[in-house]
């Protein structure tokens, strides 16, 4: 169960990395957009959703270590 966790947050934090890294040196303007992401909070809708994803599994994490120590 730890391993299959451990591979989904692994994966949903690559995906993020992944959809920063593209937006800032794939498109053009990029690195200033990150920029101002930090900033402004506002992102592409790829990131957007990469960080969903991230936060999607971390609460799935949480939640079933929480109903892991109700049965212990």
Same mark, same amino acid.
């Given at each position: 169960m730890l391993v299959n966790q451990a591979e989904s #947050?692994?994966?949903?934090?690559?995906? #993020?990395?992944?959809?920063? #890294?593209?937006?800032? !040196?794939?498109?053009?303007?990029? !690195?200033?957009r !990150?920029?101002?992401?930090?900033?402004?909070?506002?992102a592409s809708h790829a990131i957007r959703s990469a960080e969903q994803k991230l936060e999607q599994t971390v609460n799935e994490i949480l939640q079933s270590q929480e109903s892991y120590e109700m049965q212990a």
């Open positions: #947050l692994r994966k949903a934090i690559e995906s #993020l990395i992944d959809a920063k #890294l593209y937006d800032a !040196l794939a498109r053009p303007g990029g !690195l200033d !990150l920029a101002a992401y930090r900033s402004t909070g506002v």
